[in-house]
């Protein structure tokens, strides 16, 4: 290793450390400002979304625009694959999310300036606070640490806590200069900081749960009969790719992928649903797996046997199911929620272990290692429908809080509090 890039690692941390506690002081700074103007204006409330599949701010969405105190507004933006493609597919992209956010009666800007190709001045985003949702696409977003002057920054992931990394839950650059890390519970706060050094973090982590878990919990969702009963197929996009380590490997689309529509095809009287990741489509042509004539192929035979769905608009669907089979990681827990049985395809080489809160309940899906073993389960819980865990199942998802979720109301809750304390 040379002398530079040792005097590189050696300053790095230091370096991040100043930068961590000059982020900590702008968000002071900005927060005295904010409780000066609150009461007297209603305070601007930024959503970043680059994929409307991933959009899971809803009910907060839904609870501040209601409110006397807050002006929520989306903010999108193209993905960072887009930004490797032509402008014309940049454009189509983020016209198609303004779209459908503008169909759900939202406001919506773009703050994607296509000629320069980053997101407009920050001083054009006007917004107090900020809310991101995945870390993965900043840039191109504008970063917590530059917003820190302007806004108060909060983060909750686009998933449901499932297993435990912590390299993907903690040790991203984002979770380091958030100003407040929303968490699904307590517990969750408590791992956190046991697993981590406050110092490193501008801001800290606050246990007020997940606003997907919100959509499912109303009493006539919970005891609204299914008249569809549908069954929902739900494949993850990272399936094992050679010379390639994937942080979370959790799919089997390559070993269960045809076997699922087979079996959908053979039993036409089930109202199939397939939702698959977002990204699995362009994953199976860019990893060159598949050709893109048969992606597309596979996809219109799904569209062909029931109903797709591509965007974030599958509560409804969750709630009318009756089963899932999936080996996405935050829809076993999203799905949990519904009380329903649920399928887990799971991979010959696990990832890690459910986070700790969700040990006992992960232990009562119905686990596929194999396409025999899936094909019985399919057989006894979707054909016969006979679920012999479904009493421990849910009595194991209310003491994991995924029955009684209320946390678009503790975030404005606490923020209110933030402003008036």
């Known amino acids: 290793m040379s002398v530079k890039k040792r005097l590189k690692n050696f300053f790095a941390p230091i370096i991040q450390l100043w930068k961590v506690r000059l982020v900590h002081r702008r968000y002071e700074h900005t927060l005295l400002r904010l409780r000066r103007e609150y009461g007297k204006?209603?305070?601007?409330?930024?959503?970043?979304?680059?994929?409307?599949?991933?959009?899971?701010?809803?009910?907060?969405?839904?609870?501040?625009?209601?409110?006397?105190?807050?002006?929520?507004?989306?903010?999108?933006?193209?993905?960072?694959?887009?930004?490797?493609?032509?402008?014309?597919?940049?454009?189509?992209?983020?016209?198609?999310?303004?779209?459908?956010?503008?169909?759900?009666?939202?406001?919506?800007?773009?703050?994607?300036?296509?000629?320069?190709?980053?997101?407009?001045?920050?001083?054009q985003i006007d917004v107090d606070i900020l809310f991101y949702q995945q870390t993965w696409d900043l840039p191109p977003a504008p970063s917590p640490?530059?917003?820190?002057?302007?806004?108060?920054?909060?983060?909750?992931?686009?998933?449901?806590?499932?297993?435990?990394?912590?390299?993907?839950?903690?040790?991203?650059?984002?979770q380091h200069y958030v100003y407040r890390y929303i968490v699904f519970s307590q517990q969750q706060v408590d791992l956190y900081e046991r697993t981590t050094e406050k110092s490193h973090y501008a801001g800290r982590f606050v246990g007020l749960g997940h606003p997907i878990a919100d959509l499912f919990q109303t009493q006539t969702r919970q005891s609204k009969p299914s008249s569809k009963n549908y069954v929902i197929y739900a494949p993850h996009f990272s399936f094992p790719v050679p010379n390639k380590e994937r942080v979370f490997g959790v799919s089997t689309f390559l070993d269960s992928g045809r076997v699922m529509l087979e079996f959908a095809k053979a039993h036409p009287e089930i109202n199939w649903v397939f939702k698959p990741h977002?990204?699995?489509?362009?994953?199976?042509?860019?990893?060159?797996?598949?050709?893109?004539?048969?992606?597309?192929?596979?996809?219109?035979?799904?569209?062909?046997?029931?109903?797709?769905?591509?965007?974030?608009?599958?509560?409804?669907?969750?709630?009318?199911?009756?089963?899932?089979?999936?080996?996405?990681?935050?829809?076993?827990?999203?799905y949990s929620c519904t009380g329903k049985p649920l399928i887990h395809l799971v991979p010959g080489k696990m990832p890690a272990q459910p986070n700790p809160a969700l040990e006992k309940l992960y232990g009562l899906f119905y686990e596929a290692p194999d396409n025999e073993?899936?094909?019985?389960?399919?057989?006894?819980?979707?054909?016969?429908?006979?679920?012999?865990?479904?009493?421990?199942?849910?009595?194991?998802?209310?003491?994991?809080?995924?029955?009684?979720?209320?946390?678009?109301?503790?975030?404005?809750?606490?923020?209110?509090?933030?402003m008036t304390a």
């Open 145 to 174: 640490a530059k917003v820190a002057s302007r806004a108060l920054t909060f983060y909750f992931p686009y998933y449901l806590v499932n297993y435990y990394i912590p390299k993907i839950e903690t040790q991203m650059r984002l």
């Open 373 to 418: 073993t899936l094909l019985k389960w399919l057989n006894q819980i979707v054909i016969k429908g006979e679920d012999p865990r479904r009493e421990e199942r849910l009595k194991c998802a209310e003491e994991a809080g995924l029955r009684n979720s209320h946390a678009a109301q503790n975030i404005v809750n606490y923020i209110d509090q933030l």
């Open 41 to 123: 204006r209603k305070l601007r409330v930024g959503f970043l979304v680059s994929e409307e599949a991933k959009w899971k701010g809803q009910s907060v969405y839904d609870l501040m625009q209601s409110s006397d105190k807050f002006v929520p507004i989306i903010l999108v933006y193209p993905t960072k694959a887009e930004m490797k493609k032509s402008i014309a597919v940049q454009k189509q992209s983020v016209d198609a999310m303004m779209e459908f956010f503008r169909c759900h009666e939202m406001e919506v800007e773009n703050i994607w300036d296509y000629e320069k190709q980053r997101h407009v001045p920050l001083e």
């Open 278 to 334: 977002p990204r699995l489509r362009r994953e199976l042509v860019d990893k060159r797996v598949w050709t893109k004539e048969e992606v597309d192929a596979y996809y219109a035979e799904w569209e062909s046997i029931g109903e797709s769905c591509y965007t974030s608009d599958y509560v409804e669907l969750f709630m009318e199911s009756k089963a899932m089979i999936t080996d996405c990681g935050s829809f076993l827990t999203e």
